[in-house]
């Protein structure tokens, strides 16, 4: 008499050998974010996170996989978990899609020393954006399981943080946040990612489903890029290639007139990772007199499109153009539906205005685990701050009279998977 087969988790492993192909067929219902290919790119752009993943697996071919990556010195700011508490580097950097903070809780942060936090153990995909466990099996204990066994492996190694800063309210996932928070973590409001469910019978059919003024925004859009005699174009695969430099410096023009940072070589690093892997990567482009003055990468996997890398030359095109929610929303929804699929995600970045546009919204949230337990006691209260902030900044929740320990909130950006 055979029973089920035991879930067996390992952590600080490296990722699991699979190939875009495989992982397309097996792994297919995983965000791209935290599949093997997305991560194995990662892992070459980013040589300074030591790979230390969590993986669980059941029988034959089945697998759960908690992408994580240990990061020894101060890393850039969205990776740092001290920025989750409202804190700032000497730099100026802000956390993406960030809110003003007071200069009192920077220096509240710094009073707790480097050492409180570092190592980190980030959990998810750093150039993602995303944390979520990838799997093809399910139990209902498999997500608390993995937390319960990772915790504890990576305080036992010497890490003094866990930081998991973007789950998106997606089904399951309170589990992981819960888990989190069971460990001796803390979990707050982050933002909003954005994402459009095909239910329409096409793109015309998705135009006149619209609420007036919703329509009216994507057709304004549509007529200011014929206006700006701008030509829209989409390559595929390998077409790609010859034009992955600039693509990586228009993300960066639009990361740095959004108050963030990127370094291009990380871009350029992925895309050519993920075009020698095969994945499915389509760039939608804009030209101006013969220049590449936008463009906007998507990945396809299984029914859903993504919108990862969008930038934009603000100088040549000015800032009323409507190429960004031409490039980045109608190009992509209009080809979804032509291929049948069943989602667009766009990720966070811009979150009001994709709304106008009939955009719909899931929360995320981040969570804090740390070693030391008289740390936890002055960092949560932080934590609960800077989320408070970002509620209001993202509309969220109205204003109160006053927010303890921040200043002014600012709306959120297009920063994130939109460059």
Known sequence: MSGSHRVVVRTGEQLPEMDWARESADFTDAWPYVGPTFL????????????????????????????????TAPPAVDHDPRTYLGWQPPSGDSVCCGVDVAPSVTAQVDALGEDAFFPTLLLGSPLGYRTEIGYNFWTPTLFATMVEQL????????????????????????????ALDA???HTTFWGFEDHIPLAAA??????????????????????????????????????????????????????????????????????????????????????????????????????????????????????RSGLYFALVLNAP????????????????????????????????????????????????????AFGAARRVAFGDVAAPSRLPLLETAASGSACCSDG
């Open 333 to 384: 929804v209009r080809d979804a539906y032509r291929e049948g699929l069943r989602q667009v995600e766009f990720g966070a970045g811009a979150h009001q205005a994709k709304v106008l546009r009939g955009c719909s919204s899931r929360r995320i949230t981040t969570s804090l685990v740390l070693a030391d337990a008289a740390h936890r006691e002055r960092a949560y209260p932080l934590l609960d």
């Open 40 to 71: 194995a790119a990662t892992e070459r752009a980013l040589p300074e996170a030591k790979p230390w993943h969590t993986v669980a697996t059941r029988g034959r071919g089945e697998l759960a996989l908690l992408p994580g990556y240990v990061l």
């Open 183 to 185: 460990a001796g973590g």
């Open 151 to 178: 915790v504890p492996a990576a305080f036992g190694a010497g890490i003094r943080s866990v930081v998991a800063p973007w789950v998106p309210d997606r089904p399951g996932n309170d589990a992981l946040t819960a």
């Open 202 to 319: 096409d793109w015309d059919g998705h135009l006149v489903g619209l609420p007036k003024k919703k329509r009216q925004r994507v057709v304004t859009d549509e007529r200011r890029v014929a206006a700006a005699g701008v030509t829209v174009q989409r390559l595929d695969g390998a077409a790609i290639r010859p034009h992955v430099a600039r693509i990586a410096e228009l993300t960066c023009l639009n990361r740095e007139k959004n108050g963030a940072g990127e370094n291009p070589a990380h871009i350029e690093t992925m895309l050519a990772e993920l075009l020698d892997a095969g994945a499915d990567l389509r760039a939608y482009t804009g030209s101006l007199d013969g220049d590449l003055v936008a463009s906007c990468v998507v990945l396809r996997k299984g029914h859903r499109l993504l919108t990862k890398w969008a930038g934009f030359d603000y100088a040549r095109l000015g800032d």
